[in-house]
């Protein structure tokens, strides 16, 4: 089946979209939190060289309704999602909130996480990613090998799902839910990865962790000597060991060492750039760059010598010609 297009669904095209940014919109402070998590999430895994230009997406549940999820425009690069400029829609893709009337979401994007949140309540916060390692492995008939410490961290279980071509028939999303299963992470045959935590931060370190094994597993695969495999007893003994350490929270989750607000508000404060409290008005929900790219100061000099990583990633975002038109289109990869 394919999605319906009609007024004030996800699937609508520009000429149906609201036609101007909503003056006001209330969020509670829950609210808040999620979108400055979420909006670091997309900045640290652009940091991590996991993003994919303007595909790929992250999204986070809005807490106290299970029925709505943030997600990023579609057309804007991770290094500029703000948390204000995330869009909120609904499990069967009506755009609930969206500050920015030229941008809409990803239709992929809805499809594959409106799947996940809506099978999976315990889920927060669902991650897709295209990188070169991940969609390598996606592509070997071995899957994820339990070949080292991190990557047996998922010895207990990684989703499959057959690749079905761009994502964009919402009947997949039940195959999605199903390969997924109880699982913290799932392979998108001849794609790329997903993960899914039950913070954001937990969602972040899933896929890091994936992400490194995947790596780790070509590199050792490239070496072309016969493997030494771990003992099964072994690998499942790993993999209880690390999933479930260090000690849970009282809630059941994972303290972790670097949630995603630290590290990238330390880089970049825009980040998780959000109004006060209260109500939301129009002019300062609106990216910076595409406002008023005039009033962005020019990045400091870079001192002599090889540039740090805090000094390329302290400078403010530069205007962009591109930043200033609209880039959406609902039929995008995903
Ligand atoms: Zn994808």
Same mark, same amino acid.
């Given at each position: 089946m394919k999605p319906d297009h009609t007024n004030g669904t996800v699937m609508t095209n520009r000429s149906t979209a609201p036609s101007a940014p909503q003056e006001t919109a209330a969020i509670t402070d829950a609210e808040r939190r999620t979108r400055i998590d979420l909006a670091a999430c997309y900045r640290l895994i652009d940091l991590f060289g996991m993003s994919d230009m303007i595909l790929n997406h992250i999204s986070a549940r809005v807490p106290g309704d299970d029925e709505h999820f943030l997600i990023n425009p579609f057309g804007m690069m991770y290094e500029e999602i703000t948390a204000s400029c995330l869009i909120k829609v609904d499990l069967a893709g009506k755009v609930i909130h969206n500050p920015n009337a030229q941008y809409t979401i990803n239709l992929p994007g809805y499809v594959i996480h409106s799947a996940i949140h809506g099978a999976r309540p315990d889920v927060a916060c669902v991650l897709h990613t295209h990188t070169p390692a991940g969609m390598a492995v996606s592509a070997l008939?071995?899957? @994820?090998? %339990? @070949?080292?410490q991190t990557a047996m961290r998922f010895a207990g279980g990684v989703g499959y799902h057959d690749f079905e071509g761009v994502a964009v028939d919402v009947d997949e999303r039940q195959r999605l839910a199903a390969n997924l299963g109880s699982h913290d992470v799932m392979i998108l045959r001849n794609h790329g990865l997903l993960a899914i935590g039950r913070t954001v931060a937990e969602a972040f370190v899933n896929m890091q962790r994936l992400e490194r094994a995947c790596q780790t597993q070509l590199l050792t695969l490239s070496a072309g000597s016969p493997l030494h495999m771990p003992a099964p007893a072994v690998a499942e003994r790993a993999y209880q060991q690390l999933r479930h350490a260090p000690t849970p929270n009282p809630d059941g989750t994972h303290p972790h060492p670097a949630p995603p607000p630290r590290p990238a508000t330390a880089m970049d404060p825009s980040a998780t750039a959000m109004p006060r409290r209260g109500r939301l008005r129009r002019r300062r929900w609106v990216f910076p760059a595409i406002r008023s790219p005039r009033s962005i100061p020019p990045p400091p000099a870079r001192p002599s010598g090889r540039p740090t990583l805090p000094v390329r990633c302290s400078a403010p975002l530069r205007p962009s %010609?591109?930043?200033?038109k609209p880039r959406a289109s609902m039929n995008g990869r995903g």
């Open positions: 008939q071995c899957g @994820l090998l %339990p @070949l080292n %010609p591109r930043s200033t």
